[in-house]
């Protein structure tokens, strides 16, 4: 009869802990407008977590178990956003396929471009990365290309400083 018992607390506290609720906080996530907002959360939803976002503070709180939390940050990321995690072991860690190289060009995808202050961030994180000279993003657009003599990583790890991401094409 221990014995049961005993295998029968076992299996709770298993499946207690594997259904544990997992939080993560992202910060400078860039939620400049309704469009963005709508795009976190569909991303997070998608992947069977829930996200509660902060516009103001550029911030998303995303809440489920672990599995569905890893998968809304990668969610998050493929619908081109970024955010820095309070959670060194729950993160947004892709790099989007950029070398740690020196280029004339790099073709881009995966953004969440939906208005003005999108296109803002992208002009932003040319301006921060030395080298890059333009870029062609536009609201709405798929893809979008860079130009100039600059370091690629060095040039997504500027987007992901203004809370976008992308994917080289």
């Known amino acids: 009869m221990k014995t049961l018992l005993l295998s029968l607390l076992t299996i ?17 996530v860039h939620l ?11 991303a997070v939803k998608k992947a069977g977590a829930s996200a509660t976002c902060d516009a103001n503070a550029g911030s998303v709180v995303i809440t489920g178990d672990q599995a569905s939390v890893k998968k809304a940050l990668t969610g998050m990321s493929k619908a ?25 060009s790099l073709t881009l995808g995966g953004s969440h471009l939906c208005c003005g202050k ?7 994180a040319v301006n921060e990365t030395d080298g890059a000279s333009a870029h062609t993003a536009k609201k ?22 203004n ?7």
């Open 80 to 104: 081109g956003y970024y955010g820095k995690s309070d959670n060194k072991d729950l993160a947004i860690d892709c790099q989007g396929g950029a070398k740690d190289e020196k280029v004339k």
């Open 118 to 124: 999108c296109i803002k961030a992208v002009a932003k």
């Open 140 to 161: 709405g657009s798929k893809t979008f290309k860079v130009t100039g003599d600059f370091n690629a990583a060095a040039f997504i790890n500027a987007l992901h400083a």
């Open 163 to 169: 809370g976008l991401h992308a994917f080289v094409k």
């Open 12 to 28: 709770t506290a298993a499946t207690f802990s594997i259904h544990a609720e997992t939080k993560v906080t992202l910060s400078g």
């Open 32 to 42: 400049c407008c309704k469009g963005c907002v709508n795009g976190v959360s569909k």
